[in-house]
């Protein structure tokens, strides 16, 4: 698979809650992930989502499917606020886009660094979700209990 790097201007979207900018990323259904999540509209969120789109959140097994999406987002996501910093777009061999962002979650305990990969197909809809915590063993071990 080839990738192309593509860099485009940053961009934001008008939330209830707040203004969400990421570097470089322009990309409506991606700033409208954050902007959804951070509001705790989950049903929102996970209508951007393909039919087989899964979600893969850390330390757990892929998520598929919108509705599977949103029961797991109403249980595991209350109380977070993502603040996305910066990403890059890759246009895919098959015309699909992949989106790196990186950036920090506040939990009502803690803030961790996270990088989300996110690809989206030719509807503008998410395929993966796919959030990595940017913690090293010994943080990961604080957090819990």
């Known amino acids: 698979m080839t990738t192309e790097n593509v860099t485009l201007p940053s961009a934001s979207v008008q939330s209830m809650s707040a203004t969400v900018t990421i570097a470089n990323i322009n990309e409506p259904i991606i700033l409208r992930y954050f902007e959804t999540l951070n509001d705790g509209d989950f049903e929102a ?57 990186t950036g920090k979650v506040q939990t009502p305990l803690f803030s961790v660094n996270v990088s989300w990969q996110f690809v ?23 957090f819990r209990g």
């Open 45 to 101: 969120t996970g209508q951007l989502f393909a039919v087989e789109g899964v979600m893969k959140p850390p330390f757990e097994q892929p998520i598929v499917g919108t509705e599977a999406i949103v029961a797991y987002l109403q249980t595991e996501a209350k109380g977070l606020t993502l603040q996305p910093q910066q990403g890059v777009v890759q246009r895919l061999d098959d015309g699909c886009r992949e989106v790196q962002v």
């Open 120 to 142: 989206l197909n030719h509807e503008d809809k998410l395929l993966l979700a796919k959030i990595k915590l940017l913690a090293s063993p010994q943080e990961l071990l604080r």
